[in-house]
């Protein structure tokens, strides 16, 4: 049974993906410039969904940089150092 859930718009139009508490669901968003991944999984030593939003390289340009990681559902501001 699902536990994660995964939609993308692009020109083709919308597709769609599940992911279960065990695989856990990551996508990935890119340009020519780089590219930006979201990893969403569940953390069962707290019983809470945890996320990850990272900058990463694509095609060897851009670099790599964690941008935000937390629990699903809470917030709060992540210090940014230039």
């Known amino acids: 049974m699902s ?3 995964s939609k993308i718009q692009g020109n083709r139009g919308e597709a769609t993906r599940c992911g279960t508490k065990d695989s856990g669901v ?3 968003a890119a340009s020519w410039t780089g590219a930006i991944r979201t990893e969403l999984w569940y953390a069962p030593e707290e019983d809470v969904n945890k996320y ?3 900058m990463i390289p694509w095609r060897g340009i851009g670099c790599q940089r964690i941008m935000a990681t937390g629990t699903v559902g809470e917030f709060k501001w992540m210090e940014t150092g230039s």
Do not use: D, G, P
Request: glycine share 0%; no cysteine; net charge neutral.
């Open 26 to 28: 990551t996508a990935t």
């Open 3 to 5: 536990h994660f859930y």
């Open 52 to 54: 990850s939003v990272i």
